[in-house]
C-alpha cells in the first residue's frame, strides 16, 4: 500500500485485495470530502460504460467513507497526448452524454458560474497562476468572456464536468475518466 495520486484532501492509496488484485482505494478526510465521496459512490454505481473505471467496493460504515476502483496505474497518462488521442475523448465523452442520467443528478446551470466577468474586473489572480502572460490574456479575454456568455449550460446529459489530462486515461484504445464529483446534468 502506498500514497498514489490526487488534488483534494481525500486520502489515495494503491491497496492489495485478499485475491492478489491491486485497488485505487479513495478516503475521505473532512466532511467536504465525504460529500463528494458519496457524490462520486453514486456516479459509480448508478452510471456504467467504457468511459468508467470499475467500482470494487464501497463502505461508509465507519468514520469515513471509503471507495474502492479498478487501478488504472498501468494506465497512460497525458501529457504527452498522441495523435488520436483527442478523437479517442471525444468518443468517450459521446459515449457518457448518451448514457443514462443517475437519479437526482443536479443540473449544471445550478452549480456553474461564469467567471470571466470576474477575471474582467481583476485579472490578478489568474495571473498569478502563470498559466498565461498579461499580453495574452489582453488579446484574448473578450472572446472568451463573449463565448461562455453563448454557451449553453442547461441540458439532460450526463456531463463529467472535470475532463482534463489528470482525470482522464488511456486503456488500450478507450478513455477512463475519474474523479466522478463535479458530474451534472448538461
Known sequence: MGNF??????????VTLPDGRRAF???????????????????????????MPQLIGWDDSGDRPVLLLEDLTDARWPPPWRPGDEEIVLAALEELHAATPPPGLPGAGDEFADSWPEVMRDPVPLLGLGLVSDVWLDRNLATFAAASQRAQIAGDSVAHRDIRSDNSCFTEVRTRCVDWTCASLG
Open 25 to 51: 482505494a479513495k478516503g475521505a478526510t473532512t466532511s467536504l470530502t465525504e460529500s463528494w465521496l458519496r457524490d462520486e459512490h453514486k456516479i459509480y454505481t448508478h452510471l456504467s460504460g467504457s468511459f
Open 5 to 14: 495520486g490526487g488534488f483534494t484532501p481525500a486520502t489515495h492509496r494503491l
